[in-house]
């Protein structure tokens, strides 16, 4: 049973673009967990999210954001029109239920 | 609201010191609290988990412990090692229907040969 998995591990954008981080749970998970840890800051909680319903987006930027987790594929992550202040890791973690959760190894976004 | 502070931010230790790592939080009523380590630039570990039910868990050269009514933990690591270096970070999941953690902003820890 892989891990959970997110790619790309590493993800630069200019001003503007978007970054879209994809997040595939581990097999038999279905509620995924959202994470951004910025620079010299701790971790945040951004959203939490079962098979195609948003449960809890209270930690997500008003603007720009939007995360998914639909019946068939990986979660997704999207920023659009992404700026300096967005260059984090951001982490997934996927669970069976609501229990431990199990982390992905992150995706590091740099915006230039 | 929850916070999650560990003290000290930045620890360094001569190799083979026993040493503890602290985490406070403000609000007892927590449904888990878990130690993790980081790496620079790497990903996150699950270290212990101990429910707000248990005192404490022990894994390997590792113990933490829980204090509920307090609103502390402690994670002790025995005979510290080079390898042992990394970022401790300290989360709890409060009672409630989303387990969402709250983070502490770890401890650094650098354990010297």
């Known amino acids: 049973n892989a891990g959970v998995m997110q790619n790309p591990r590493h993800l630069v954008r200019r001003r503007g673009q978007e970054a879209r981080l994809r997040c595939s749970p581990m097999?038999?998970?279905?509620?995924v967990y959202w994470y951004r840890q910025l620079p010299e800051e701790g971790l945040k909680f951004m959203v939490y999210l079962q098979k195609e319903n948003i449960i809890d987006e209270s930690g997500m930027p008003k603007e720009r954001f939007s995360a998914e987790f639909p019946k068939e594929g990986p979660s997704i992550l999207r920023i659009q029109q992404v700026v300096r202040g967005d260059s984090a890791a951001y982490f997934c973690?996927?669970?069976?239920?609501?229990?431990?959760?199990?982390f992905g190894q992150g995706t590091r976004l740099t915006v230039v | 609201k929850q916070e999650v502070t560990q003290i000290p931010a930045a620890l360094s230790v001569p190799e083979g010191e026993n040493l503890v790592l602290n985490c406070s939080f403000t609000?007892?009523?927590?449904?888990?609290l878990q130690w993790f380590r980081q790496d620079p630039g790497k990903g996150l570990t699950s270290l212990l988990l101990?429910?707000?039910s248990q005192r404490e868990q022990t894994s390997g050269r590792l113990n933490a412990s829980l204090d509920k009514s307090s609103g502390r933990s402690t994670l002790y690591i025995a005979a510290s090692q080079p390898g042992d270096s990394a970022t401790y970070l300290c989360?709890?999941?409060?009672?409630?229907?989303?387990?969402?953690?709250?983070w502490g902003l770890g401890t650094s820890l650098a354990v010297n040969p």
């Open positions: 097999k038999g998970h279905s509620h």
């Open positions: 609000d007892s009523a927590i449904y888990n």
């Open positions: 973690a996927s669970s069976p239920k609501q229990e431990t959760a199990f």
């Open positions: 101990i429910q707000s």
């Open positions: 989360a709890v999941i409060n009672a409630g229907n989303n387990r969402k953690l709250i």
